[in-house]
T-cell receptor, first 116, second 114 residues
Framework: AQSVAQPEDQVNVAEGNPLTVKCTYS??????LFWYVQYPNRGLQFLLK??????LVKGSYGFEAEFNKSQTSFHLKKPSALVSDSALYFC??????????????FGTGTRLTVIP | GAVVSQHPSWVICKSGTSVKIECRSL??????MFWYRQFPKQSLMLMAT?????????EQGVEKDKFLINHASLTLSTLTVTSAHPEDSSFYIC??????????FGPGTRLTVT
């Protein structure tokens, strides 16, 4: 079975400071990992993904994520936070559900608030 | 990037009526479409997966007779909430995927049942 854990419901960071949103995963086989961002009353926007290759993945809006196989983590990072980064962030892993279909499994989300 | 649209973006309906939500992939053909439900401050719950031209596969606990899903073409899927009740009020998000691509999400539909 596959699962994703986002241990922090809320992350607060001052504008200009680096930010990290944590994600750990559990999956059999090679992990396909994703980060999405959701703004209020909006759908999810794709930020970045890890399939294979370099452990440091660069994505949209200056975000990056580091894949760590030994720690089964895929933390989202940004060197300098902006107020406009305030949103809900979801980590996801691709895997097979109970019906055998290949789907995305989402974490519970982390609300990021960047304080001016 | 690929664009997925949903219509309507919000809808208010009376208890007992049915509501249809459309999901369209605008610039790609979606072999698979997904419907999610999101409660306030919670993650997305996958309701069902549909492949074009075949019946939807529903997740455990989702009533297929209440949430009717039709994937009539490679660019359109519809979710009909039948005999809606206030507890069906939620944010419904569709997602579309072409073979080999990641999933792209629609902007969501806010359903309020009074």
């Amino acid at each position: 079975a596959q699962s994703v854990a986002q241990p922090e419901d809320q992350v607060n960071v001052a504008e200009g400071n680096p930010l990290t949103v944590k994600c750990t995963y559990s999956v059999s086989g090679n992990p396909y990992l994703f980060w999405y961002v959701q703004y209020p009353n909006r759908g999810l926007q794709f930020l970045l993904k890890y399939i294979t290759g370099d452990n440091l993945v660069k994505g949209s809006y200056g975000f990056e994520a580091e894949f760590n196989k030994s720690q089964t983590s895929f933390h989202l990072k940004k060197p300098s936070a902006l107020v406009s980064d305030s949103a809900l962030y979801f980590c996801a892993v691709r895997g097979y559900d109970q019906t055998g279909a290949n789907n995305l499994f989402f974490g519970t989300g982390t609300r990021l608030t960047v304080i001016p | 990037g690929a664009v997925v649209s949903q219509h309507p973006s919000w809808v208010i309906c009376k208890s007992g009526t049915s509501v249809k939500i459309e999901c369209r992939s605008l610039d790609f053909q979606a072999t698979t479409m997904f419907w999610y439900r999101q409660f306030p401050k919670q993650s997305l719950m996958l309701m069902a997966t549909s492949n074009e031209g075949s019946k939807a596969t529903y997740e455990q606990g989702v009533e297929k007779d209440k949430f009717l899903i039709n994937h009539a073409s490679l660019t359109l899927s519809t979710l009909t909430v039948t005999s809606a009740h206030p507890e069906d009020s939620s944010f419904y998000i569709c997602s579309a995927r072409a073979a080999g691509l990641e999933q792209y999400f629609g902007p969501g539909t806010r359903l309020t049942v009074t």
